[in-house]
């Protein structure tokens, strides 16, 4: 019998899946810090949407080429697509509810995507998913509990700093698994 211990309940987080969404958190947190005026809010809450959508989506796409052990990228995919949905859906609606309804609804969906994550990461799902699901629980934390100004700022700065870490762990694990293949080459060799 497979234990959580063993690390083998959920499959790793892809190596190119965590560099794409470490790309798209990067370009948030740049499209944030450059954004001017008051609607900085708005423009967050929008720009997150579309990052947890594009993870989602992009949890689909992983599903569809493994089809290994599917209910975490089934939940996955969920979350990060009802994410999205939130804030895209109806973004003129958007502009009406964003500090009563919005900001709350984005925060409760980023301790979503980052619960799935994290418990994805206990049950073996490698470096990646701890990355990312700390991104989405603190992002979400700051929603739920913080300033519109430190939610703005803030933000731009978990997202940024997140995006950097997601791309020096796609990287490590991509150079891992590599070096990882080159080795069970060199064994099946000679």
């Known amino acids: 019998m497979r234990t959580l211990a063993e690390g083998t309940l959920a499959p790793p987080v892809p ?22 005026g008051v609607d900085n809010l708005l423009a ?8 947890w959508l594009l993870g989602g989506i992009l949890e689909l796409v992983d599903l569809a080429v493994h089809r290994q052990r599917w209910a975490w990228r089934l939940a996955g995919a969920a979350a990060g697509i009802a994410a999205g949905a939130v804030v895209l859906r109806e973004p003129l609606w958007s502009t009406l509810i964003v500090p009563p309804l919005l900001t709350p609804a984005m925060g409760w969906s980023g301790l979503a995507v980052g619960a799935v994550y994290l418990v994805r990461m206990l049950a073996g799902g490698g470096p990646g998913a701890l990355v990312l699901g700390t991104q989405s629980l603190v992002l979400g934390v700051m929603l739920l509990y913080a300033a519109p100004e430190v939610i703005v700022w803030g933000g731009a700065a978990v997202t940024g700093l997140g995006g950097l ?11 891992t698994d590599a070096v990882e293949q080159a080795r069970r080459s060199r064994q099946l060799a000679g």
Not at 44 to 51: F, I, R
Not at 165 to 175: D, E, G, Q, S, W
């Open 15 to 36: 190596p190119w899946l965590i560099l794409v969404q470490g790309i798209a958190a990067v370009v948030v947190a740049v499209v944030q810090l450059t954004q001017p």
């Open 44 to 51: 967050m809450l929008a720009l997150l949407g579309g990052y």
């Open 165 to 175: 870490a997601a791309l020096v762990v796609a990287m490590r694990v991509r150079l």
